[in-house]
């Protein structure tokens, strides 16, 4: 699919930061052991961030979250979204399926299919599709994760919290060369430069990675989950008075294998063993061009993002030797956004606002063919007439005589939004230290769904036909939905000191509405059936007028159903209430944070039984309720030694849900984990030798469970937990180590679904050990 594509080879930059304990213990973000060369951006450079927050330190603020630097995620050798699981609290991704599968978990919310809960930001400017979650992180000035409702700022499916991710921007001439290779022959290759042509600062880097993968897939005798990515990155900054710009320009491509799922029978998972490929491969272009103006008293700042994504999913959909059935999905999106913000610049009043616009347009086009084979069309289709009773006694039989039935299915999915919002913030109220927060967004949105689902069926019924006939089935047509949506947020705060805070905090979250296409499957299968069942009864000679009557109830069905209540939703949305505090101690050598929280989702999109017959359907259909804690703690033991740990426990159940079948009310919610910990330790020791200046130890633990796969809590997953750590060398710019993953070769399993009867499981990864070098001059 991507020979079309030139991956260029580029540099790219690392700047690493050579700094004092005190001077790297910054308040409240993890501890970051230094690199060994100064992180210098010109003070007349001002790096780009968040144009909605004018405090880049989130403990300040009242909102629980976890910053996590660029030293941190180096030495956590942590490449990715989803290795930051358990190590932010009650914030977890599963490792399954391929990278498509970016199903985000907080607090108890979470959506494994369409709408995701928490948003992701790359340098201020949101990723529209959720299939761009899982890309490959290089050189990152820091990831934030905020928990808890943001959707007064930041809008639709932000109802969790979101992700920010900054890359690193920097100014003087450095280039950075980066090898990795480990177990499974995992091989990861960076190359990066920046620099500066007067007063615009820019850079290019590039990055490889493969993976041999680590499960075989018994039928084909190969690994079912290689795979290899690979992409660059430019950068652009430029600043003159009161002007400033900066430009950022992904590439990312991924071309890999996936799903290695295992059946589960009988109490024990098997192995992999598919006949039909699976696979994954996905291009990514995104832009974002961050633009700011300050007068004297107000900054105007604006963030622009236009991204491109083009994937194929390709899938053995019964995941067994059988040849049953298998699909392919292929997405091809543009996506453009806009946000202008307004605010004061310099003031020192004790009153802060902020007024701000967003706008948004997503054009998706969806094919998604599914193949029915051999086994699947007599499993499938043929026994939904064959097992008629009062035809099998008669001695009448379908047959279906396509070697492979294909149902093509093509989706145009556009979807536009836009929102105005504001933010007052009153300092000092009443006395020093009491701050309040207000703030509403009016948000719109408007989805369309133009579908059209085809398949040519070519059977015969014995004995009552002899020749054989053609069918075409079509569901071909169009939907819309329009959503309106008024986001409040209060927040009060009270700062004991520059350090020590209390706040508490309500607000509204809500995630948006739309369409499942995933619904055309059932549909299709079901008029497949009505419309062979009735092109039966037309052949009946209308002089067998008694026979027709007999056959009429059997033959004549219908299928009574309103297409738009099947395929689409409405909004879910949500209240949080929160209490919490950021504290230090002994000049910042001893930081704690911790929150308490309770949510309260209605309208939950839920996947239902429709009484249509027609099989599931998505419908807000649910009620969940969802409280916890979350802690953190950060500790400078003594010179050199640094601690770090966290834990969360989310307590989130279904108040209300019926799913067609059973009322499973007061059940726990699925996927979800109840508790999630880790901790670290971080050793700097200095050598200061003629061949070596520091030795660098780590070694982190992260545990999440107990996991509820399904929503009558049948099946699950027992807490277990990940022991991790390396050891490197440095003398100025060049580092060598050594590090491993699951060291003790825990057995786990990272996620459980069913499908035809058959449950299936995903196992974690085994025990991986490398080494790396790192070279910055």
């Known amino acids: 699919m991507y020979k079309r594509y030139f991956?260029?080879?580029?540099?790219?930059?690392?700047?690493?930061?050579?700094?004092?304990?005190?001077?790297?213990?910054?308040?409240?973000?993890?501890?970051?052991?230094?690199?060994?060369?100064?992180?210098?951006?010109?003070?007349?450079?001002?790096?780009?961030?968040?144009?909605?927050?004018?405090?880049?330190?989130?403990?300040?603020?009242?909102?629980?979250?976890?910053?996590?630097?660029?030293?941190?995620?180096?030495?956590?050798?942590?490449n990715s979204l989803k290795e930051l699981s358990a190590v932010v609290p009650n914030f977890h991704i599963p490792d399954y399926g391929s990278k498509t599968t970016s199903s985000v978990y907080v607090r108890g919310l979470g959506s494994r299919i369409d709408q995701p809960v928490v948003g992701l930001y790359l340098n201020g400017v949101p990723c529209m599709n959720k299939s761009m979650f899982d890309f490959d992180f290089y050189e990152?000035?820091?990831?934030?994760?905020?928990?808890?409702?943001?959707?007064?700022?930041?809008?639709?499916?932000?109802?969790?919290?979101?992700?920010?991710?900054?890359?690193?921007?920097?100014?003087?001439?450095?280039?950075?060369?980066?090898?990795?290779?480990?177990?499974?022959?995992d091989m990861k290759l960076r190359l990066s430069h920046y620099n500066h042509i007067g007063k615009v600062g820019f850079s290019v880097g590039g990055y490889f990675n493969q993976n041999d993968g680590f499960f075989k897939n018994e039928y084909t005798g190969k690994k079912a989950d290689e795979g290899k990515s690979y992409g660059g990155r430019i950068g652009l900054n430029w600043k003159s008075g009161d002007f400033y710009l900066n430009y950022t320009g992904n590439l990312d491509i991924v071309d890999q294998g996936g799903y290695p799922y295992v059946m589960y029978s009988e109490g024990k998972p098997g192995s992999v063993n598919y006949n039909d490929p699976c696979g994954y491969d996905r291009v990514i272009v995104s832009n974002g061009l961050f633009l700011k103006y300050?007068?004297?008293?107000?900054?105007?700042?604006?963030?622009?993002?236009?991204?491109?994504?083009?994937?194929?999913?390709?899938?053995?959909?019964?995941?067994?030797?059988?040849?049953?059935?298998?699909?392919?999905?292929?997405?091809?999106?543009?996506?453009?956004?806009?946000?202008?913000?307004?605010?004061?610049?310099?003031?020192?009043?004790?009153?802060?606002?902020?007024?701000?616009?967003?706008?948004?347009?997503?054009?998706?086009?969806?094919?998604?063919?599914?193949?029915?084979?051999?086994?699947?069309?007599?499993?499938?289709?043929?026994?939904?007439?064959?097992?008629?009773?009062?035809?099998?006694?008669?001695?009448?039989?379908?047959?279906?005589?396509?070697?492979?039935?294909?149902?093509?299915?093509?989706?145009?999915?556009?979807?536009?939004?836009?929102?105005?919002?504001?933010?007052?913030?009153?300092?000092?109220?009443?006395?020093?230290?009491?701050?309040?927060?207000?703030?509403?967004?009016?948000?719109?949105e408007k989805a369309s769904l133009d579908y059209n689902c085809r398949a040519d069926v070519n059977y015969i019924f014995t004995p009552m036909l002899t020749d054989a006939r053609d069918i075409e089935t079509e569901v071909k047509g169009s939907e819309d939905k329009s959503f309106w949506q008024v986001l409040p947020k209060v927040a009060l705060k009270y700062d004991f000191n520059e350090k020590n805070n209390v706040y508490l905090s309500v607000a509204k979250g809500y995630k948006a509405g739309g369409f499942n296409t995933q619904m055309f499957a059932d549909i299709m299968q079901s008029q497949m059936r009505v419309d062979i069942k009735k092109d039966l009864y037309d052949q009946i000679p209308d002089r067998l007028t008694q026979v027709k009557e007999m056959l009429a109830p059997i033959l004549l069905e219908k299928v009574d159903y309103d297409m738009k209540e099947v395929i689409s939703y409405d909004p879910e949305y949500s209240w949080n209430y929160e209490i919490g505090s950021h504290l230090s101690f002994i000049d910042n050598k001893l930081q704690a944070d911790l929150a308490l929280f309770y949510i309260d989702c209605k309208e939950q999109q839920l996947t239902v039984f429709a009484e249509s017959g027609l099989g599931r359907k998505m419908a807000n259909a649910g009620r969940t309720e969802s409280y916890g804690v979350e802690s953190a703690v950060r500790a400078n033991l003594c010179k050199g030694l640094w601690l770090d740990a966290a834990y969360g426990y989310t307590h989130a159940s279904f108040k209300e849900y019926f799913n067609g079948k059973v009322d499973l009310s007061g059940k726990y919610v699925?996927?979800?984990?109840?508790?999630?910990?880790?901790?670290?330790?971080?050793?700097?020791?200095?050598?200061?030798?003629?061949?070596?200046?520091?030795?660098?130890?780590?070694?982190?633990?992260?545990?999440?469970?107990?996991?509820?796969?399904?929503?009558?809590?049948?099946k699950s997953q027992d807490f277990y937990g990940l022991l991790s750590g390396g050891v490197s060398f440095q003398k100025k710019g060049v580092k060598l180590g050594v590090w491993a993953k699951n060291l003790t070769?825990?057995?786990?399993?990272?996620?459980?679904?069913?499908?035809?009867?058959?449950?299936?499981?995903?196992?974690?990864?085994?025990?991986?050990?490398?080494?790396?070098?790192?070279?910055?001059?």
């Open 140 to 185: 990152l000035r820091s990831v934030e994760v905020l928990r808890g409702p943001q959707s007064t700022l930041y809008g639709r499916n932000t109802m969790a919290g979101i992700v920010s991710v900054m890359t690193k921007d920097a100014f003087n001439p450095l280039t950075n060369a980066y090898v990795s290779y480990g177990s499974y022959n």
């Open 294 to 444: 300050n007068t004297d008293k107000v900054q105007f700042s604006s963030a622009t993002g236009y991204q491109f994504l083009d994937d194929e999913m390709v899938l053995d959909q019964d995941f067994s030797p059988r040849s049953i059935f298998a699909m392919t999905q292929a997405q091809h999106e543009n996506s453009l956004t806009e946000e202008f913000v307004i605010k004061p610049y310099n003031s020192q009043s004790d009153y802060k606002w902020l007024f701000g616009a967003f706008g948004f347009y997503k054009g998706l086009e969806v094919e998604a063919p599914v193949t029915f084979k051999k086994d699947g069309i007599s499993s499938l289709i043929e026994s939904g007439v064959n097992n008629v009773e009062y035809l099998s006694n008669m001695g009448m039989a379908l047959d279906i005589l396509n070697d492979n039935l294909l149902i093509d299915s093509e989706f145009e999915y556009p979807t536009f939004g836009a929102a105005l919002f504001h933010q007052s913030e009153i300092n000092n109220l009443f006395t020093d230290g009491l701050t309040l927060t207000l703030g509403v967004r009016l948000d719109y």
């Open 670 to 714: 699925p996927f979800a984990p109840q508790n999630t910990f880790s901790a670290g330790l971080e050793y700097e020791l200095n050598i200061n030798r003629k061949l070596l200046d520091r030795i660098l130890f780590n070694v982190n633990y992260a545990g999440v469970g107990k996991i509820y796969w399904t929503e009558d809590n049948s």
């Open 745 to 777: 070769d825990e057995d786990y399993y990272t996620f459980y679904f069913e499908s035809l009867g058959n449950g299936f499981m995903q196992k974690g990864k085994p025990l991986q050990i490398g080494a790396d070098l790192k070279w910055t001059f």
């Open 7 to 78: 991956f260029v080879a580029a540099l790219m930059l690392a700047a690493v930061s050579e700094l004092s304990a005190e001077e790297n213990f910054v308040q409240n973000d993890y501890v970051a052991l230094s690199d060994g060369v100064d992180d210098v951006t010109l003070d007349e450079y001002v790096i780009v961030k968040d144009i909605k927050r004018d405090n880049d330190n989130i403990f300040s603020q009242p909102v629980s979250g976890t910053s996590v630097k660029s030293a941190e995620l180096e030495n956590r050798k942590t």
